[in-house]
């Protein structure tokens, strides 16, 4: 199967009007009156954001549900996306049929569709590509930049569980040994992250600055108070961890470092947002309209940065979070 | 230096209003009332795209060549697009800032901004790969599928110049040694192919069906043939080589395989466009006033596939074209 058929057979049937059916070499969007456009891009590489050899439908699953979020913390939903792949040289063709079955699984889920791409191969790891289009009222996107002195931070879900299900998936032993219910528990957080994007109207209501956390929390958090000029002061003791995350970190000898790894390991995919105290109760009421957990683990201050503390000391990180070079 | 220093030195200052300075995760687009959007993707891989090693200015610039191309091809004019790198572990950083002058010699040349992206690296060959967006007037994007039966078939510049350059980037000689005018003309084919955006409003008033050359000739031919839904028929003689590669083909002992190799190599980032033959006149004097050579290679006809009339025969071919697997 050349690049052509696995294209015509797998990608094809994924594709809506926009994408002409992926026949043309590019896919052409009409954009709705009212509406500005949010675009996010995240690759990921083989090795690096993904388990090696885990060429299927986990891969593709897991591409989009981290693109979505980006588009989540934006309050945008989703239109459609274009799509990159470099398969490793000589790849076993029944990946493509997990691949493109991954696709859709998450295009059924959340509603949108494939516009167009390009198909490649090479030496090297397997390397995707997402480039999202979603959409807002015009002049509601959901900035970084918008955290203001004196409102409440939030997070939505659970911190680390992504984390120590990569350490599962990746088959390296976590101590103790945690249950099978909780091992699924932190592989699904790191394999099938949970988008927000049934939070958006709720985020371009109430937030004044927002974003996804991919590189950890603190990074994350750390991000959005560079961007608006502020300080982040985060309180250790609120910061939401899902029981099983919590039986496991209570069980550390160094609790602070095994502490510290959660909340810099980043793939949550959880959102981190700042709002005005005065929002506190439709926050709360709009998240349990819809299932969610929502904490609040702070507030904005002045300065930069972002400061942890916990019984009345401040954190200090050597690592704040994630970079690849 | 990390990948947020390298964001904010070299590529923050590429990105325009919409790229929110990259300070955020997302990119945000006000779409202009009474434009379609098209979007178009490629990626280039290290070793398959271009040459091992090239890591700096040449890549960025021809990336962003190559999507351009295609957005030609539509006759769309350029806004922006989302960058994704994916460096070679412990690149050194003198690329980057070559790789950003690459990138803002084609931004300054056709006018449009960086947008947002993602940046990471691996063990494998440099990966890069670039979303474009671009506008035209709604209604009027030019498909690969509107060829009809007694269009002529036209093909803008010159074909076969790139793959000539490529043996001379890979350091093949070439038989015989074309003159140093040659080579350098060869090479800028390669490296820096023009994309022909000031074509785009002939295209959009006349051209029935249209691609840009990319995969090879005759294997882009056939892709508007599958799906316009009718053949293409060429005739060799009228196929445009610049007169280095033209040179350099009457001295190969077997003209006729040479002849195939530059119509099948691809890489040429040429148009190829079908018009009513109404409108010959206008065509030509368009492409006059902007000082491109386009040349009439043949005529749309009933049925399938691609054939190249020499002689009064049918060349036949075993490949029609570069595929990646």
Known sequence: MNEFDFIATYLAPLAGAG????????????????????LTKDTMVEGVHFPPG??????????????????????????????SIVWPKGIDGTYFKGFAAGLRDVQDAYNF??????????????????????EV?????????????????WVTGTIGDAYLGLQSALGRALEPQP?????????????????????????????????????????????????????FILEA???????????????????????????TAGDDYELIFTASAGFRQEINRAAKTIGLRVSRVGTVGQGEGVRISSDGKVMTFQNTGYTHF
Chains 1, 2 share one sequence.
């Open 19 to 38: 994408g002409l059916n992926l026949k043309d070499d590019a896919a052409l969007l009409k954009p709705s009156a009212g509406k500005d456009l949010v």
């Open 237 to 263: 003791d609120k910061i939401p961890f899902s029981s099983a995350a919590g039986a496991w970190l209570s069980k550390q000898r160094d609790e602070d470092e095994a502490f510290k790894t959660l909340v």
């Open 137 to 153: 009222p015009k002049g509601e996107m959901v900035l970084r930049s918008g955290a203001k002195v004196a409102d409440d931070i």
């Open 179 to 231: 249950s099978a219910e909780a091992l699924w528990h932190f592989e699904e957080a790191y394999y099938r992250p949970e988008p927000r994007l049934l939070f958006r109207k709720t985020l371009r209501k109430h937030a004044s600055g927002a974003a996804d956390i991919s590189d950890g929390l603190v990074a994350d958090a750390a991000h959005i108070a560079k961007a608006s000029g502020v300080c």
């Open 54 to 83: 885990h060429f299927g439908g986990d891969t593709a699953d897991k591409l989009l549900r981290v693109n979505l979020s980006d588009l989540a913390a934006k309050g945008a939903h989703p239109i459609g996306y274009m799509l």
């Open 113 to 134: 569709e494939l516009l167009g791409g390009d198909t490649t191969s090479s030496e090297g790891p397997m390397v995707v590509t997402a480039t999202f289009i979603g």
